[in-house]
């Protein structure tokens, strides 16, 4: 990187440092005083996103994808270990009918071989999720699928050697790392597609790549055992974890290289903007991540949205009528097919039972099958048109549909079927990516509590099931209960569209990814103005020209015509106009900045006295500090050396960074810069950082 030129003497070094650490500090003090604006979140957020996209640039674009199809890969062996039992319940059954010892029956064993996967996981998830928070997706990818690993050789161990205790350890350790692992997966997502408009695309893949894992072992593994017995297909399993290690450690690679290349960028900015100062600044390396204490779990917790807590709900109600029916649906739909018992003597040896059977096999992988396919195809959508909640909502009344005809109709199981594989895909496409939407400063946390709530549901449905089986004696009245969960799904989707329109404004409904890479056009226009504005008039004559340019055409123009353009009101140019009305990230800043540097006993009450002190100010007519156009005249003066009344490109560069912005130096003007553009300019960088300017 080559050397910038040191700022002249007397720039104000000492107010460039703290308005750079202030702005670090819009988060904390944030929540130190109570507020909590979505919006205000996402604007420094987006800022802060901008950089992760001129850091990596393409070449961080294909990292992503990179990372995704290492992820996916990841879940791929995950789900095909998870479900080689299932593949193979009949080789296990004649296995261990031949060994030594049995506590149990072989049902019951069966049947522990998912609890101890499934019970743990209510609580393994919340930790899970917490340590990505605090140490990475990219490392605890790594770890949990040594988890995996270590899980997958007990349980092999155990079907060798025909010990059952052995094989529940084994699944029970196994479990442990699983869920967490898709927990660290969708949040090394969340971390690598944030901003992008792809997020959907790349959680959607993912899952559809992991489902074929389902698929491969329901078909491989039961090959496998019979060619070179049972245990072999539980060594496969392990060779497809071992895969694994070098997929996370890959990605962790990437993980540090984008870090180093964020940290040396942010080092760069203070460089600049502090001079000599700058080891006060950030340094490379510097961790970000939170604490993993209560404490801030807690202060996670209340700070979600409702939103957060309705996508929750909707989780445990719908993934507890879709996976606790997928369990139980051979038996229901055998029963179906053949209307109540298929042989007389209630024997499953007829052959009308095996002929159902083999129906109702089919029929189960419809679904999923479905979900498979359907999942990429529908996440490309979501991420164009949104529509996130209304989604959820439309997957809750198809899955109320299925339950209804199953109930209540004597239909064609295929025509519930296929609903509940559409139901299964737009819930499973829109609630993931919704999740770290709608949580995005911990995602990890986020996604472990969701999962922990979803293996919740997933305990305790199947025990409802059953006991309706066995005082009815059918498995039709179980309908019931599924009928009454998707209802609440159905309640919770609604209360979710109700606070996504109402509260956060269309957060889950607008099609983020447009939003996140702004058109230069529309955002310079906008900003110049200070408020959105759509006139195709103002649009049109932007165009050809630089950001300066646009930026001296509109402040020529001035704010009243942007307004009498009229056009559509955004909820996020809203939040910018307000708070670049009321400069609340200036206000941020001061108060920031005045806590780094005198570290008082008492934050409360220092910040009460703050601002009393800063309301005074501003009665006696007094100016807040944040940069005036004087500031920045002053400091194009400061660069001015020469005294031409220009500036040229290096030294503009370099007056732009010390207000403690980042310029994007492809975007900069080349030419000489006078006075009246480098300050319209400035204005520009300032609010691309954050940093409304007064004006
Ligand atoms: C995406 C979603 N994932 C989950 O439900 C996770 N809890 C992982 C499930 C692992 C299954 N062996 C899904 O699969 O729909």
Request: glycine share 8%; net charge neutral.
């Amino acid at each position: 990187m080559a050397p910038r030129p040191e700022p002249p003497e007397g720039l104000a070094e000492h107010d460039a440092v703290r308005r750079r650490r202030g702005i670090d500090m819009v988060e904390e003090e944030r929540s130190l005083l109570g507020l909590d604006v979505v919006e205000i979140y996402d604007v420094k957020h987006d800022a802060h996103l901008d950089d992760h996209k001129d850091v990596l640039g393409a070449d961080g674009r294909r990292s992503a994808w990179i990372v995704m199809i290492l992820g996916a890969f990841q879940l791929f062996a995950c789900y095909y270990a998870s479900d080689v039992p299932s593949a193979l319940h009949d080789q296990l059954e004649a296995s261990f009918a031949n060994g030594s010892s049995h506590a149990l029956s072989f049902n019951t064993f069966f049947g522990l071989i998912y609890s101890v996967y499934s019970v743990p996981n209510i609580i393994i998830p919340l930790g899970g999720g917490m340590l990505v928070d605090r140490f990475g997706p990219a490392w605890m990818s790594l770890i949990f699928s040594s988890t995996l690993m270590a899980g997958q050789i007990l349980v092999w161990i155990g079907v060798f050697a025909r010990i059952e205790n052995l094989v529940l350890l084994g699944r029970f350790v196994y479990g442990s790392g699983a869920e967490s692992l898709c927990v660290s997966v969708s949040a090394c997502l969340a971390s690598w597609f944030h901003g992008s408009p792809h997020l959907a695309l790349a959680m959607g893949i993912s899952l559809s790549i992991s489902r074929f894992g389902s698929v491969t072992t329901n078909v491989l593994s039961p090959m496998v055992a019979r060619r070179a017995g049972v245990h072999m297909s539980f060594l496969v399993s392990i060779a497809v974890i071992g895969l694994c290690l070098p997929s996370a450690a890959y990605v962790l690679r990437l993980e540090r290289r984008r870090e180093e290349l964020q940290a040396s960028r942010a080092a760069a900015a203070a460089a600049a903007s502090a001079g000599a100062d700058a080891g006060a600044g950030t340094s490379p390396g510097t961790s970000t991540r939170p604490q993993l204490t209560i404490a801030h779990t807690w202060h996670s917790l209340r700070r979600w949205p409702a939103s957060y807590w309705l996508l929750l709900v909707s989780c445990m109600a719908i993934y507890g009528t879709i996976m606790p029916f997928n369990n139980v649906a051979s038996a229901f739909l055998i029963e179906r097919i053949c209307g109540g018992e298929c042989c007389a003597d209630g024997q499953i040896s007829c052959a009308a039972h095996v002929s159902a059977e083999s129906r109702a096999s089919v029929l189960m992988g419809v679904p999923f099958a479905i979900s498979a396919v359907g999942v990429p195809c529908l996440a490309f959508v979501v991420d164009r048109i949104g529509h996130r909640a209304s989604f959820i909502l439309c997957a809750a009344v198809t899955i109320l549909f299925v339950h209804l005809l199953l109930a209540l109709t004597a239909l064609n199981a295929v025509v519930p079927l296929v609903l509940q594989g559409i139901g299964y895909t737009i819930f499973c496409t829109t609630l993931w990516p919704s999740i770290t939407l709608v949580a995005p400063g911990d995602v990890g946390t986020a996604m472990g509590v969701v999962t922990a709530a979803q293996n919740l549901a997933l305990a305790i449905v199947p025990l409802g099931v059953a006991g309706i089986h066995a005082s009815s004696g059918t498995f039709r009245t179980a309908e019931y209960l599924f009928i009454s969960l998707a209802s609440v799904g159905i309640v919770s989707g609604t209360l979710l569209n109700i606070y996504d329109a109402r509260v956060a404004h269309g957060l889950l409904n607008q099609a983020r990814g447009s939003r996140a890479e702004p058109t230069l056009d529309k955002e310079d226009v906008a900003y110049c103005f200070g408020r959105k504005t759509e006139s195709r008039d103002m649009l049109r004559q932007a165009k050809g020209r630089t950001p300066v340019q646009r930026c001296t055409m509109a402040e020529t123009k001035g704010p009243e015509d942007a307004q009498s353009a009229g056009g559509r009101k955004d909820p996020r140019d809203e939040a910018r106009a307000y708070l670049k009305k009321h400069n609340i990230l200036g206000l941020f800043n001061e108060l920031g900045s005045a806590v780094v540097f005198e570290r008082p006993e008492n934050v409360h009450e220092f910040l009460a006295a703050k601002l009393q002190d800063l309301a005074a100010k501003r009665k006696d007519g007094a100016q807040s500090s944040i940069f005036t156009d004087q500031d920045l005249e002053t400091l194009f003066e400061m660069y001015d050396t020469g005294k031409s009344g220009t500036l040229g490109k290096d030294a503009f560069l370099s007056a732009v960074s010390a207000l403690g912005t980042t310029p994007d130096k492809r975007k900069a003007p080349e030419g000489p810069l006078s006075k009246a553009e480098f300050v319209a300019y400035c204005k520009h960088e300032l609010l691309i950082a954050g940093k409304d300017p007064c004006m």
